[in-house]
């Protein structure tokens, strides 16, 4: 890793300095290989609505990119578990820094261009060979918890993503509460982010931490692709807290001036651990779909004019998982007589509890948020108050 944090494409892009990959570098292809054609096919403009990484499915390029590098070694390479998302930025950066002579693009991009396709390009390979999935939580989720906290002394191993892979696709209520940091337009929002849990193939010892968790915030204005924010931090999901590990990962934000980016970068990688604490939930609902994988199995068997048709038809398709129940559960909402309160969120958490014999054992728990006066509300419901870093949530009676 760099020892020091740099800032890359259109919005930000920093990197946790506790995070280590000495002696993970993959070893570089062996020469030059035109990868003109499948660059034509990365630049993602608009998302027709779709999330991000379906979008640039769409587009032809992970095939494009598996026409360049299928037959290399590196790219078998990229698809083991232990490959960092990193790892494969570093190579394409090899690739674009010295461009084949054959590609029309050679010697036209510069460094800041090839920083930002080497993130946009690996993030996007990183979560398609790895069958990605993308993650939704419905709008009931997202009301839940972008009303609720988290109890920063809960270990790190609670908050285990489900996948080697995962694109956490923001709906309305989430990309309203997060902010992209230091941006002017109002209209730009956090489309998702790709989260990537990899093991470390060196961490064999207990000083050693076992996983590195990757985060690469994407976001968009006006359905058009927006820019970047990209955190590496490793964890050995046993003792290291989650407020060890957001001090960890939001590091190189710290010294920021004005708190613009760690404040909303704080609450962003906040919210995303809140979703993998609720699906850590023995309750927690979860309803998979694989409306790509099937429109593909029915397209196999027929002819090639029918089948281009309905690949097209289907390009709006993904496999994925929805997230939550389908509606505010009914003692989310209480209304109590009297008073001139007015309706508002008193904040839900996550934590530990007591259980067993002797309550000598824990378990994690969800105290869902209740909206107070909800019998009082005329139009729409109350947004979540905006909590400064650090600052205690406070305590509706």
């Known amino acids: 890793m760099p020892n020091n944090p740099r800032q890359y494409g259109r919005t930000h892009a920093g990197s946790a300095a506790g995070a280590s990959t000495i002696g993970r570098r993959p070893p570089p292809i062996d020469g030059l290989v035109n990868v003109g054609p499948a660059l034509d096919c990365s630049f993602v403009t608009k998302l027709f609505g779709r999330p991000y990484p379906v979008q640039f499915r769409n587009q032809g390029a992970l095939d494009a990119w598996e026409r360049a590098l299928g037959d290399t070694e590196v790219w078998r390479r990229w698809q083991e578990p232990g490959t960092l998302c990193w790892q494969i930025r570093q190579e394409l950066l090899r690739q674009l820094g010295s461009m084949h002579p054959l590609s029309p693009a050679a010697g036209q991009l510069i460094a800041e261009d090839r920083q930002r396709l080497a993130i946009e390009v690996s993030t996007n390979l990183k979560y398609h060979l790895s069958q990605g999935t993308v993650i939704e939580a419905t ?224 378990k994690l728990i969800f105290v869902a948020p209740l909206l107070v006066h909800a019998d009082q509300l005329q139009g729409e419901m109350p947004a979540p108050r905006s909590y400064q870093v650090g600052e205690p949530a406070a305590t509706a009676a």
């Not at 509606?327 to 996550?350: D, K, Y």
Request: net charge neutral; charged share 20%.
């Open 139 to 362: 709008p009931a989720l997202e009301t839940l918890l972008t009303n609720s906290d988290v109890d920063l002394s809960l270990p790190m191993s609670m908050v285990a993503p489900p996948y080697r892979a995962q694109y956490l696709h923001f709906g309305d209520v989430a990309m309203r509460y997060l902010k992209v940091p230091a941006s002017t337009a109002p209209d730009r929002y956090f489309d998702g982010v790709f989260c990537f849990l990899t093991p470390n193939d060196g961490a064999h010892l207990p000083t050693e931490k076992g996983w590195t968790l990757e985060l690469v915030f994407v976001s968009k204005r006006q359905d058009s692709y927006g820019g970047h924010v990209s955190l590496l931090g490793e964890t050995d999901r046993g003792s290291t807290t989650v407020g060890d590990w957001l001090d960890e990962v939001l590091g190189p934000f710290t010294a920021q001036p004005g708190g613009e980016f760690h404040g909303p970068m704080h609450a962003a990688v906040s919210y995303v651990v809140r979703v993998f604490l609720y699906m850590a939930l023995k309750q927690a609902r979860m309803t998979e779909h694989r409306e790509y994988d099937e429109a593909v199995r029915r397209a196999a068997g027929l002819g090639e004019r029918k089948r281009a048709k309905l690949l097209q038809r289907s390009a709006s398709l993904y496999n994925g998982i929805i997230v939550g129940p389908e509606s505010l559960p009914p003692n989310a909402e209480a209304g109590a007589a009297g008073g001139v309160i007015a309706p508002h969120w008193r904040r839900g958490h996550f934590r530990m509890q007591p259980c067993g014999a002797g309550k000598q054992q824990r």
